[in-house]
């Protein structure tokens, strides 16, 4: 089991970019599959997106297809989601998670979760 913080969370306008982390710490960081999901209040959390742990590749809710980003650096046991064209509706509590599971965008698929780092999008 590893442990996980975000940060990058705060403030944004509709159509602006925000970057949000995700450190690890533990020696098997690499072996692991990394999500963002999120949630927002009154709602279920959902997933945002996943980066698989041995060759790189993604899965991305529809929400966030074309406009979020999700990369993993390995040296820094640091997993990002770069969010650009920002929405009222992206407005939400971000988790990061991992999982030595199958990449898919499901809450009972990950069984490691940081504690959030709230993300407000408004005018």
């Known amino acids: 089991q590893l442990q996980l913080v975000e940060s990058g969370g705060g403030s944004a306008q509709p159509g602006g970019p925000l970057r949000l982390s995700c450190v690890a710490s533990g020696s098997t960081f690499h072996m692991y599959n990394m999500g963002w999901f999120r949630q927002a209040p009154g709602q279920r959390r959902e997933g945002v997106a996943c980066?698989?742990?041995?060759?790189?590749?993604?899965n991305y809710a529809a929400s966030a297809k074309g406009r979020f980003t999700i990369s993993k650096d390995n040296a820094k046991n640091t997993v990002y989601l770069e969010m650009k064209s920002l929405k009222p509706e992206d407005t939400a509590i971000y988790y990061c998670?991992?999982?030595?599971?199958?990449?898919?965008?499901?809450?009972?698929?990950?069984?490691?979760w940081g504690q959030g780092t709230q993300v407000n999008v408004s005018s």
């Open positions: 980066i698989m742990s041995s060759d790189g590749i993604t």
């Open positions: 998670a991992a999982t030595l599971n199958r990449c898919v965008l499901r809450v009972g698929q990950f069984g490691t």
